[in-house]
């Protein structure tokens, strides 16, 4: 049973147009969310989060929303930069001490020239 | 700079062989994980340690013990390695209750193994 779904296995995206990928989730008790980009042979870095207690965080030309009703959060990219192509992962947390992390299967981002 | 370390980059092993990867964090974090990444299915949790000498199982721990001697070191272990633990390998490591403040996970490189 998935509890962090990203539909979309690929996006491709014109260079300086805006980016969306999307996430949904199934975990009620989910209350902090997480995307993480992943370019190949290397580790996942940290890219912004957001906390339930929010419905927007922004740190520079990213952008995440989150939609606690309906479950689902997306992370926007404008204006996309050829370095943007990478595979993005959409993760969450519930709150206990474990701190455990579940992620998505990712999605992979192609920025077009 | 927070630093995660992985042992080896890549790995081609045998089947049936005793394999060990090993993960060092320089940040005095509490918690440890070991992720499986393979394609189309994301980032799979094996193990995790919130503390020395103590382990949980994640989704998938068939096939894999860890170890967690030191607090900065977590090891994973594949007693008798298979062709479909073939997979990109990754560490991962975060402060107790810092999940929902500035720290985030940390991952290491990665390690890609390859079981003949």
């Known amino acids: 049973d998935q509890q962090v779904k990203q539909n979309s296995p690929s996006l491709s995206v014109q260079e300086g147009r805006i980016s969306i990928l999307n996430c949904d989730y199934t975990?009620?008790?989910?209350?902090?969310f997480l995307w993480y980009k992943k370019y190949p042979a290397e580790g996942p870095t940290f890219l912004i989060s957001i906390s339930s207690i929010k419905d927007k965080n922004e740190d520079g030309r990213f952008t995440v929303f989150l939609n606690k009703s309906a479950k689902h959060l997306s992370l926007h990219i404008v204006p996309s930069q050829p370095g943007d192509s990478a595979v993005y992962f959409c993760a969450a947390s519930a709150r206990g001490r474990d701190d455990k992390i579940i992620f998505g299967k990712g999605t992979r981002l192609h920025i077009l020239p | 700079d927070v630093k995660v370390t992985q042992s080896s980059r890549y790995l081609v092993k045998r089947t049936g062989e005793k394999v060990f990867l090993e993960c060092v964090q320089d940040?005095?974090?509490?918690?440890m994980f070991w992720y499986r990444q393979d394609p189309g299915l994301g980032l799979r949790l094996i193990y995790f340690s919130y503390d020395v000498k103590m382990k949980e199982k994640g989704d998938i721990p068939e096939g894999y013990s860890v170890s967690r001697e030191k607090k900065e070191r977590f090891s994973l272990i594949l007693e008798s390695a298979s062709t479909n633990q073939t997979s990109m390998y990754l560490c991962a490591s975060i402060s107790t209750g810092s999940i929902r403040g500035t720290d985030t996970q940390y991952f290491g490189p990665g390690t890609r193994l390859t079981v003949l």
């Open positions: 940040m005095d974090h509490e918690n």
């Open positions: 975990n009620s008790m989910f209350d902090y």
